[in-house]
Structure formats: structure tokens, C-alpha cells
């Protein structure tokens, strides 16, 4: 080769690296725009979030109480779900008391505002007061099926005891029953965070 020939080859290489290196800043160049707009995009979307949690949790919350309407098949159909839920575990509901409280006289178990005894005038508790007997296994199973209901109320006093026959387990279920206009009205009656 003469000397012509690689002094065309000294000019064409240092040109074409230069022209590589050119499209690779200009493709990371894009590259970073694009990634600072996502960027921008991302944080107004972070910050829109932000406002509009705040105005949500600004907002004064509705409570609701876990109560159904009172009528002459609530009770049964309670009773049935559990008898239910123990013939499915395998388990048998030996007995059952039930008593009520009502939110405008003594027996009310929280104390309450003028303004929340009206709304709450039609609201009634009742306690029901549970023996069911069984494997100590099938009655974990039924403790665990109580979950399941659709109707929500608060499981308390379990106590276990082994007997010749078995295992006994013993436990309160309260539930809250109410008229219609009681069941939905009672939300705006006390401030979030509280409970009947």
C-alpha cells in the first residue's frame, strides 16, 4: 500500500468513530429526555395523588354500624348460619341463650349523647351465649367458619373445657339488630372510630 492509501485510512477511521460516538450521545441524549419527562410526568402524577388524598382524608368520614333489620326471622336465620356452620365442621351446638340490651335505657353497654339516643332509640344488641361440643379439632374449624358469615359481630368469653365426651367450647356472640331507619341513620350518630 502507499502512503496515500493510509493516510486515507488515518482520515476515514478517526471519521468514523467520531461519527459512532455521535449517534451513540445523540441515542443516550433522547434516551435521558424521554427519562426526564417520564420523570416529570411521575412526580405531577405523585403530586395530583398527594392532593387528592388529602382532600379525601379531609372529608368527614361515614360511619356505618354492622346492624341488620329486625324482624321475626332474624333470630332463625342467625341460628340456622351456625347450625350450619356445626353440621359442616362436625361439631353440635348443645345450647344458646340470648339477651338484649337497648341503647336508650340502663342496659346500654356504652354511654351515649342525647343526639345519639334518638338516632339509636330502635338499635338493640343481643348477646347469645353459645356451647358447642365436639374433637377439639372440628371446634378450631367451626371458631374458623365463623368468619365466613355475612353478618358481622363479636366473638367473646371463648373458653375451652375437656369433658368425658369431649371437648366443650363456650363463647358470647354478639350481633346488632335495628329498624330500617335506625340501620341507616345511625352513620351520621357517632364520630369515626367508634363502636356499639
Same mark, same amino acid.
Given at each position: 500500500?502507499?502512503?496515500?492509501?493510509?493516510?486515507?485510512?488515518?482520515?476515514?477511521?478517526?471519521?468514523?468513530?467520531?461519527?459512532?460516538?455521535?449517534?451513540?450521545?445523540?441515542?443516550?441524549?433522547?434516551?435521558?429526555?424521554?427519562?426526564?419527562?417520564?420523570?416529570?410526568?411521575?412526580?405531577?402524577?405523585?403530586?395530583?395523588?398527594?392532593?387528592?388524598?388529602?382532600?379525601?382524608?379531609?372529608?368527614?368520614?361515614?360511619?356505618?354500624?354492622?346492624?341488620?333489620?329486625?324482624?321475626?326471622?332474624?333470630?332463625?336465620?342467625? $341460628?340456622?348460619?351456625?347450625?350450619?356452620? &356445626?353440621?359442616? /365442621?362436625? +361439631?353440635?351446638?348443645?345450647?344458646?341463650?340470648?339477651? *338484649? #340490651?337497648?341503647?336508650?335505657?340502663?342496659?346500654?353497654?356504652?354511654?351515649?349523647?342525647?343526639?345519639?339516643?334518638?338516632?339509636?332509640?330502635?338499635?338493640?344488641?343481643?348477646?347469645?351465649?353459645?356451647?358447642?361440643?365436639?374433637?377439639?379439632?372440628?371446634?378450631?374449624?367451626?371458631?374458623?367458619?365463623?368468619?365466613?358469615?355475612?353478618?358481622?359481630?363479636?366473638?367473646?368469653?371463648?373458653?375451652?373445657?375437656?369433658?368425658?365426651?369431649?371437648?366443650?367450647?363456650?363463647?358470647? $356472640?354478639?350481633?346488632?339488630?335495628?329498624? &330500617?331507619?335506625? /340501620?341507616? +341513620?345511625?352513620?351520621?350518630?357517632?364520630?369515626?372510630? *367508634? #363502636?356499639?
Amino acid at each position: 500500500m502507499n502512503d496515500s492509501l493510509y493516510r486515507l485510512f488515518g482520515w476515514l477511521i478517526p471519521i468514523a468513530v467520531l461519527l459512532g460516538a455521535g449517534v451513540v450521545i445523540y441515542q443516550q441524549s433522547q434516551a435521558l429526555q424521554q427519562a426526564e419527562l417520564r420523570h416529570s410526568n411521575a412526580t405531577a402524577d405523585l403530586q395530583h395523588a398527594t392532593e387528592q388524598k388529602a382532600m379525601v382524608l379531609a372529608l368527614p368520614q361515614a360511619v356505618r354500624y354492622a346492624a341488620t333489620g329486625a324482624g321475626p326471622s332474624e333470630e332463625t336465620a342467625f $341460628l340456622d348460619d351456625l347450625r350450619l356452620k &356445626a353440621h359442616e /365442621t362436625g +361439631t353440635t351446638i348443645s345450647s344458646w341463650t340470648s339477651k *338484649t #340490651s337497648n341503647y336508650t335505657t340502663n342496659t346500654s353497654p356504652v354511654v351515649l349523647s342525647p343526639k345519639e339516643m334518638a338516632v339509636l332509640k330502635d338499635m338493640t344488641r343481643i348477646t347469645c351465649d353459645l356451647t358447642v361440643k365436639g374433637p377439639y379439632p372440628a371446634l378450631r374449624h367451626f371458631v374458623s367458619r365463623l368468619t365466613d358469615t355475612d353478618r358481622l359481630f363479636n366473638v367473646a368469653n371463648i373458653n375451652w373445657k375437656r369433658t368425658d365426651a369431649g371437648t366443650e367450647l363456650n363463647m358470647s $356472640l354478639v350481633r346488632y339488630v335495628g329498624s &330500617a331507619a335506625a /340501620t341507616n +341513620t345511625a352513620s351520621a350518630a357517632r364520630p369515626a372510630g *367508634t #363502636s356499639l
